[in-house]
């Protein structure tokens, strides 16, 4: 039996009529660039999300780096970043013309640690208004918590310390769109959806996934979402009028076509999704695994949320996992390692004078994680072949 890491062909057999259609009709109107289609996917993405404002974005990447220019930051910046995220968490902040500043993350979620948080900010000097200083004496202005793997970061630990320190929060959702928080007011947030703005991804193995690169700004704020809007188009308002450096960050009217006929399926493949989660754990348990290898863990699942994680992926600690990746590779299943260097560790980022050590939890998961197959198509046949061909490693 062969068990990819993930598989999309089935979503597209279910759907792929509709999709043809919504492509002809794009082809039809010759209209390739923002025009109805966007704006059709943007109401219906604000609303599943429960934002006020969604505004397409080419990728993720860009709209991570729309929400960073809009901010106006410069080389006397500082942005706090987890170290244990996809690259372009970071990438952005130096392409904003800032720098990054790593935090340390939770080993039982791998997101950013509000404990590692705190006590960076109590030891940074701070200005005359109260906000952190880096190492380098450059302000402290923003964080971008990143909802790891489909599971919120604890929203109301780093909104407290934020508020202290004067920080723009700025939630990297791209793995986590519809997952679910329940903050301390008591009413249920979406993942990007509790600060200045979130953004999202659609590039394809993502929950919600484009035939492309694709992604999305989310906020409340009109003024706001206006100025991301100019920044989408160069800066320009009106037409070649730029009062601002933005860029070329449209999502094309193809892509949001085919993600507006998803996206009323996404509620149903994050629950199967869960559902899979939970077989794998049955199926760990049963070969009694449960010990040496430690499972995704779920803090919000006790309170009464539906999506309090959505499984982008599916993400496992394991003794000598390099060798198990490699046994796994041999019997045909999938995995991959997300990632197996901590930001602070990359050769780009060596300028920013961080050593090996740093960050332990960061380090300490880049060697000891891996990601299981994991799509709402797999069956239980082949999560019982995972999970016994990982007891066989082990035996
Ligand atoms: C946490 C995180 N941030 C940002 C991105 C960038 O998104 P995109 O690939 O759409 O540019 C990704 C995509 O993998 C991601 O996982």
New binding site residues.
Partial sequence: MRVPLLDLSQQYRLLSDSIRGEIDEVLQSQQFILGPKVVDFERALAAYCGAKHAIGIS????A?LDVLLALELGPNDAVITPAY??F??ASCVTRAGATPVFVDIDPATFNLSPDALAGLLESCRRDAEGRALDRAGRIVRAIIP?H?FGLCCEMDAIHRLAGEYRLTVIE?A??AIGAEYLPADGKVRRAGTMSMAGTL???PSKNLGAAG?A?AIICHDDQMAERFRIFRQHGMEPRYFHHVIGGNFRLDALQAAILKVKLPHLESWSAARRAVAARYRDEFDRCGLSKGVTLPAEPYRARGLTNHHIYHQYVVRVPRRNELQKHLTARGIGTAIYYPLGLHEQACFAGLGYQAGDFPETERAARETIALPMYPELTSEMQRFVVETIAEFYA
């Fill in positions: 990728s993720g990447t860009d991570l995220s996809f372009a968490t990143v790891l990297d791209a793995q991804s659609f590039y690169d992604g």
